[in-house]
């Protein structure tokens, strides 16, 4: 298949889910009457291995004419439409992008570094959290696959709009979004399925929660109820620190409505790690094992952010704890979001405290979707075929599937804008992106807040920048590599 923009301010393609049998041999949608540039892809229906030589994004007006070249196979093929623009939606679109099973990659809104990368043709007009312009995009474009990478359009309904419209989607309903939604809604699920989690209570009240807090003593942990783009946790390690991130989140409500309640829990020392499983409503398979580092400073200091850095496997997880999180925390969690009525499908994200005390774990927390910068060590692992995959669970046939990943290890660090996580520098221009990529095999830079300025120069626009992602034999060559 060679595919060329005929008319477009952007590089793009456009394939069908039908086989190519299917299709005329040329065809042309849309229309534009701008252009800065073309671009030719090709698309080799045997190996799914495609190559360009230029760039960046368009809009859904674009004309593309497109030429199909009929091989007559069988396997079932997918266009996939990424949501979000982040470093976890880059490695999503690069996983995909390898997927045989995968015709094109869709990311919108993407960035300027999923753009340039050929991993997804980046759509920045398209309103993620207006279902039906979604939906309407979905149908123009002949998508087969919704993967919905940020927590926020989920909790919104996204996933429950395109369902209802037969679109597969890979991400759960808002009704089971809640599980990252609300902590208190996730307290309450553990409670009541018997899942192990830290000790906790929930308030709406500053003075209640202090005076819990002067009960409990420190050290102690602060959690605003809602989202709060991962900066709504505060580990107090005196009594003095705890009643200080009370009051912001209570009293000042600098979280909006996702601070108006708090979960003040206990301290669990112990290692911290992140266990991912794919879930299809009624069965679940796990992802390889990942541990990240929250905290801004090295020697895991300072506030805590969205993760600086992530490592996979885990040396922590191993085969037997990885079986007892799936047969105590998991599995016992599907089965409880199916008894309540609203059915997980998506990748389910814990996590989890390896118990000092005891070493077994326990959840602290439930992510919705693939953590950041966990996803990005964990795709540049797989070898299996990701659309597929992602299609068994929307179909609720994970029970077939098996995952196969590269042997060795997988490390990245997290290139953060000065000040971050607080105040930060904006419009800093990032050189040498290319040249950083070829300085060692192995090495992929997973692009998080990038956009390009009126130069045309790389330049960073948010407080995680950029993932640099390694592989290696060890955890050690992947750290020296990154």
């Known amino acids: 298949m060679t595919i060329k923009p005929a008319s477009a301010r952007f590089s793009g393609i456009f394939a069908s889910q039908f086989h190519s049998s299917a299709l005329p041999s040329r065809l042309v949608l849309g229309s534009s009457s701008s252009c800065v540039g073309t671009l030719s892809l090709s698309i080799n229906h045997h190996s799914s291995r495609w190559s360009s030589t230029a760039f960046t994004c368009f809009s859904q007006t674009s004309e593309l004419s497109v030429s199909v070249d009929t091989y007559g196979s069988n396997t079932e093929r997918v266009v996939v439409l990424v949501?979000?623009?982040g470093g976890r939606e880059h490695a999503l679109c690069y996983a995909l992008q390898?997927?045989?099973?995968?015709?094109?990659v869709f990311c919108a809104p993407g960035n300027a570094g999923i753009s340039t990368s050929g991993n997804a043709t980046c759509i920045l007009d398209l309103d993620?959290?207006?279902?039906?312009?979604?939906?309407?995009?979905?149908?123009?474009?002949?998508?087969?696959?919704v993967v919905v990478g940020p927590e926020a359009p989920?909790?919104?309904?996204?996933?429950n709009d395109l369902v209802t419209a037969g679109i597969p989607t890979f991400g759960p309903s808002a009704e089971a979004a809640a599980l990252e939604g609300s902590k208190d809604f996730m307290k309450t699920i553990c409670h009541k399925y018997g899942i192990p989690t830290a000790k906790y209570q929930t308030f709406s009240d500053a003075l209640a929660a202090k005076q819990?807090?002067?009960?409990?003593g420190a050290p102690i942990v602060i959690k605003a109820d809602g989202l709060a783009a991962g900066k709504g946790v505060a580990v107090a390690t005196t009594l003095e620190e705890a009643y200080n991130a009370v009051d912001p989140m209570l009293v000042e409500g600098i979280f909006g409505s996702a601070g108006y309640r708090v979960i003040v829990e206990e301290f669990v020392e112990g290692e911290k790690a992140s266990f991912f499983a794919l879930v299809d409503g009624e069965n679940a398979i796990p992802l390889e094992s990942a541990q990240d580092y929250k905290r801004v400073g090295d020697g895991d200091t300072g506030p805590n952010t969205g993760g600086m850095g992530a490592y996979s496997p885990a040396p922590v997880l191993t085969k037997e704890l990885q079986n007892v999180v799936m047969e105590s925390i998991i599995l016992p969690t599907v089965k409880g979001m199916s008894m309540e009525g609203c059915k997980f499908v998506g990748v389910l994200y814990a996590g989890l405290m390896i118990d000092k005390k005891s070493g077994l774990p326990k959840?602290?927390?439930?992510?919705?979707?693939?953590g950041d910068p966990e996803c990005q060590v964990l795709m540049v692992r797989l070898e299996s075929d990701l659309a597929k995959v992602m299609l068994a669970a929307c179909r609720g046939e994970l029970k077939r599937v098996s995952l196969k990943w590269s042997p060795g290890s997988a490390m990245v660090v997290v290139m953060a804008s000065k000040g971050y996580p607080g105040s930060y520098e904006k419009e800093t221009v990032i050189r040498n992106l290319e040249?950083?990529?070829?300085?060692?095999p192995a090495v992929k830079v997973f692009h998080a807040g990038t956009a390009f300025d009126s130069d045309g120069n790389f330049i960073a626009t948010g407080g995680r920048v950029l993932g640099i992602t390694a592989k290696g034999r060890d955890l050690e060559e992947a750290r020296d590599k990154a």
Do not use: T
């Open 83 to 85: 949501i979000g623009g």
């Open 98 to 104: 390898r997927s045989p099973s995968c015709d094109a």
């Open 128 to 145: 993620i959290f207006d279902s039906s312009a979604v939906i309407s995009f979905c149908r123009k474009w002949g998508v087969g696959l």
């Open 154 to 159: 989920l909790v919104a309904g996204l996933a």
């Open 212 to 216: 819990y807090i002067k009960e409990q």
């Open 363 to 370: 959840l602290i927390e439930y992510n919705i979707r693939f």
């Open 435 to 440: 040249e950083a990529e070829c300085v060692a």
